[in-house]
């Protein structure tokens, strides 16, 4: 007795089941070639940014989180962004097919709170972030607002309430810190969370404001993993100058040294960057 034969699948049939496997292949390659290549996230600011390397924690963070991330940073001293839109920076980070995925604008601390004594300075503030951020989107950059921080506890409030409704109007992303700063300081007072001249970030402060970046960029919580790096760490008065990349500048080999956050340290920050204090 014969053996049923299996029923006769048309050959446009077999074909489409290729086809499909096919595209399913070429769509997970893709996805994969994708996954592989870097987040390019490009800062532009000043000595906030500066102070403690925020792009240089980032990039480690990304590191340790799994992540490749390539970082650089446009920066100078006392700048504010309408230094980057008069000089044409954005331009020239671009030059010779230089590409970016992500714009982090971090302006000085209080630039965009209203006040009528400094209303040149704000409406100076916003129009730089506006034309950063349209610049940016035609360069198939994603702008981010980028927050600072304020001590006093009204003015904090203020700070981040103005960054949110700019970035609201200019429909990008923003990334709060002074509220979360203002958490942090209150619940583990012993974190490093100013540098010695009491302005600028301290090393916990810059962890603070790269664990909110990341969270905006990725969408997820980075690992709380311990990490660590070896990097310039510049000073409130030691900083890279606004006419190139930071990389590109020669760096004082006296201010090249190891940072390292331990892992009870990593778990403190990125659990105040989930909640804010009651």
Same mark, same amino acid.
């Given at each position: 007795?014969?053996?049923?034969?299996?029923?006769?699948?048309?050959?446009?049939?077999?074909?489409?089941?290729?086809?499909?496997?096919?595209?399913?292949?070429?769509?997970?390659?893709?996805?994969?070639?994708?996954?592989?290549?870097?987040?390019?996230?490009?800062?532009?600011?000043?000595?906030?940014?500066?102070?403690?390397?925020?792009?240089?924690?980032?990039?480690?963070?990304?590191?340790?989180?799994?992540?490749?991330?390539?970082?650089?940073?446009?920066?100078?001293?006392?700048?504010?962004?309408?230094?980057?839109?008069?000089?044409?920076?954005?331009?020239?980070?671009?030059?010779?097919?230089?590409?970016?995925?992500?714009?982090?604008?971090?302006?000085?601390?209080?630039?965009?709170?209203?006040?009528?004594?400094?209303?040149?300075?704000?409406?100076?503030?916003?129009?730089?972030?506006? #034309?950063? $951020?349209?610049? +940016?989107?035609?360069? !198939?950059?994603?702008? @981010?607002?980028?927050?600072? /921080?304020?001590?006093?506890? =009204?003015?904090?409030?203020?700070?981040?309430? #103005?960054? $949110?409704?700019? +970035?609201?109007?200019? !429909?990008?992303?923003? @990334?709060?810190?002074?509220? /979360?700063?203002?958490?942090? =300081?209150?619940?583990?007072?012993?974190?490093?969370?100013?540098?010695?001249?009491?302005?600028?970030?301290?090393?916990?402060?810059?962890?603070?404001?790269?664990?909110?970046?990341?969270?905006?960029?990725?969408?997820?919580?980075?690992?709380?993993?311990?990490?660590?790096?070896?990097?310039?760490?510049?000073?409130?008065?030691?900083?890279?100058?606004?006419?190139?990349?930071?990389?590109?500048?020669?760096?004082?080999?006296?201010?090249?040294?190891?940072?390292?956050?331990?892992?009870?340290?990593?778990?403190?920050?990125?659990?105040?960057?989930?909640?804010?204090?009651?």
């Amino acid at each position: 007795m014969k053996e049923p034969r299996p029923p006769h699948r048309p050959s446009w049939l077999r074909c489409i089941r290729i086809l499909n496997l096919a595209v399913l292949l070429a769509i997970s390659a893709t996805l994969a070639s994708c996954a592989s290549q870097p987040a390019r996230i490009l800062f532009l600011g000043n000595s906030l940014t500066y102070v403690g390397n925020l792009p240089e924690v980032l990039k480690t963070l990304c590191r340790s989180s799994g992540r490749n991330c390539n970082t650089e940073m446009i920066v100078e001293g006392g700048a504010t962004l309408s230094r980057r839109v008069e000089d044409g920076t954005l331009d020239r980070a671009v030059k010779n097919g230089r590409k970016f995925d992500y714009l982090a604008l971090q302006e000085r601390g209080g630039d965009y709170i209203s006040i009528p004594s400094r209303r040149e300075v704000t409406t100076s503030a916003r129009s730089a972030a506006e #034309a950063l $951020a349209r610049d +940016a989107i035609r360069k !198939h950059m994603k702008p @981010v607002l980028l927050g600072t /921080y304020q001590d006093n506890p =009204r003015a904090s409030e203020d700070l981040v309430a #103005a960054e $949110a409704q700019l +970035a609201a109007t200019l !429909h990008i992303a923003h @990334v709060p810190v002074s509220n /979360y700063f203002a958490c942090g =300081r209150r619940i583990a007072p012993s974190l490093r969370w100013l540098d010695p001249d009491g302005m600028h970030p301290g090393p916990d402060l810059t962890l603070l404001m790269a664990v909110l970046l990341y969270q905006e960029l990725f969408k997820t919580s980075p690992s709380a993993n311990p990490m660590g790096f070896h990097a310039a760490i510049y000073g409130p008065m030691n900083g890279p100058s606004g006419d190139s990349f930071a990389s590109t500048q020669a760096v004082r080999p006296d201010i090249v040294r190891p940072v390292a956050y331990d892992a009870a340290t990593m778990s403190s920050v990125i659990r105040m960057s989930q909640a804010l204090c009651n």
